[in-house]
Structures are given as C-alpha cells and as structure tokens.
C-alpha cells in the first residue's frame, strides 16, 4: 500500500528548517515584545510571522482544502481549537518564546500531523542547538540521522525529571507547582531541570537525556510533536493522574517507562486547567 505520508513528513521536515532559519536570524535584531493571557505570557512578531510562513508552505504544499490547521498563534488571534477526523497540522512555531526574548538558547518549532485523531508524525527543530528531532508513527524516532532511545534508568533515586512552572502566577497554582517540585527533590531525584520549551522537554526525554517530563497548564501545540518522538523513542505518554493521555486536556506526563511516571505521578498536586477545545465564552 502506497505511504500517503511519508511525503507530508519530508516536508514538515523541511518547513521546520526553515523556520528555524528564520527564528535565527529574528534574534540577532531587536525583539519587540508583547503579551497575551497575563504579563509573562510573551509573544512576538516572530512567533506572528514564523506561523505564517508555516501555514502559508503547508497550505501551497496540500492546500485542497481537506487540511486543518491548529496554530498557537492563531488560536491565540481567535480561531477555534479542535482536532477533528480531518489530516490536520499542530504547530507551535516558536516554542520557547520567552527564552527567545531572552537570548537563553533552548528556542523550538514544533510541527505534528494528526490523521482520524491519532498523531502520525512529529517534528521538533531545536532551532539555536541546530538539532532536528522527528518520528514517524511505528518508525522509530530520530535526532538528525542518529536513532534516539529512552533511558533504561528504573531506580527514581538515579533519575533527573523535568518541569515547568509555566506562565500562570497565581498564588493557588505556583504553591501547587512548587510543592510538587519539593516532593520530587526530595524522594530524592538527582535533578530536576527545564529548557523553558515543552517541546525540547520531551526530546530530552525521548534522547534519554531526563528520565520525565510533566506540565500542567501546556497547549496540545506546545506537545503534539514531542509525544510522537517520545513514544518513538520507547518512552510511554500519560494524564498526570496516571490515566490516558487527552492531546486536548492541557496536562500531560512523559516518561521513560512506567515505573518511574508512576513514582512522580504520586507527587503531582494536580490543579485544574481550561481544555484547549474548550468553547470559547461568547464576549
Ligand atoms: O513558548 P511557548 O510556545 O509559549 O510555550 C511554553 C509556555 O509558554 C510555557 O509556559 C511552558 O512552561 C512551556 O512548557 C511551553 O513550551
Ligand atoms: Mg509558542
């Protein structure tokens, strides 16, 4: 049977590069800088025109329009959030935006296809480290031509996990976040660690570089890629109470085997969190 995606990765493959390229050379000029859902909720001019870019090549590239297209910007600019049976792309063009603005060098494009719902294949183009990690659903997973695995580690104690404290600073959700990261360090873990970039989280544990990665309050663009290459990888994609994953749900677990998301998942402080295909309250 024909592979009817094979061409549409290449592509991603390629987009992603070139957005990268793109985000690159954005950096080495003055960033102007503005925000969303609250004061550190950052966005640019960049993350605006790196998307275009994306979904203007996408579109020339499979425009028939049976192709949907879930962008965080453009989410964000008011178009609807929903994954239907449709092929649909999910695209984070600048992830790391607030490392962007700051020059700290973990800055990713994010780009993954979902068919009937199920995700098909990732690509996340680490953009400043010039590493390009992608897979294919059933094919492995990659960074650049070298083939990735998870890490073997089973023994918590010999384990770095990772986090994020995200953008929200309310009082109920940065306790939550912090008491759990001290119930972590404390089990003990050798480290907890974060890039700043959902996405480069999870090729960090995909790569074997962290044993988990979990977040609350992350987009299903920000992740879609990164759970393609992680299960690629061996690694298991999970809810943060342990249960199945939802790409829509905002909250997600990725580990390198069961026994260790399960060790963390017994300290997460779990709080709620909007969906992202959650009907958007008419003004
Ligand atoms: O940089 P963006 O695309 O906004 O996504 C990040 C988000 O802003 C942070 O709050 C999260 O903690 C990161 O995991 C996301 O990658
Ligand atoms: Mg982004």
Not at 3 to 26: E, L, M, T
Not at 31 to 38: G, L, M, P, R
Not at 165 to 177: A, C, L, P, Q
Request: net charge negative; glycine share 8%.
């Amino acid at each position: 049977m024909a592979d009817p995606w094979q061409s549409a990765y290449d592509f991603a493959v390629q987009v992603a590069r070139a957005a990268g390229a793109v985000i690159r050379k954005a950096g080495e000029d003055e960033i102007k800088v503005q925000t969303k859902s609250c004061a550190v909720d950052l966005v640019t001019q960049t993350d605006e025109r790196v998307e275009k870019i994306i979904i203007g090549s996408l579109k020339e590239q499979f425009g028939d329009g049976s192709h949907c297209f879930i962008g965080e910007e453009s989410v964000s600019n008011g178009q609807p959030c929903n994954l239907t049976d449709k092929p649909t792309w999910i695209i984070d063009p600048v992830d790391g935006t607030t490392n962007f603005v700051h020059g700290f060098p973990f800055v990713a494009v994010s780009i993954a296809f979902a068919v009937n719902k199920e995700l098909e294949f990732g690509v996340v183009y680490s953009c400043l480290e010039d590493k390009m990690y992608k897979a294919r659903k059933g094919m492995g997973a990659f960074c650049d031509d070298e083939q990735i695995q998870v890490s073997d580690v089973k023994d918590i104690n010999k384990s770095i996990i990772i986090s994020e404290h995200g953008t929200d600073r309310s009082i109920e959700k940065v306790t939550k976040i912090f008491s759990t990261m001290q119930k972590i360090l404390r089990i003990p873990v050798h480290g907890l660690r974060g890039s700043g970039t959902a996405a480069t989280n999870m090729c960090l544990v995909a790569s074997g570089a962290s044993e988990a990665f979990f977040e609350i309050g992350i987009h299903c663009w920000d992740i879609a890629a990164g759970v393609v290459i992680v299960r690629e990888a061996g690694g298991i994609i999970l809810d943060v109470d342990g249960g199945p994953f939802d790409l829509m749900s905002r909250r997600m677990m990725s580990a390198n085997n069961d026994i260790i998301a399960k060790r963390i998942i017994k300290e997460i402080e779990i709080f709620e969190v909007l969906r992202d295909d959650a009907p958007v309250p008419s003004k």
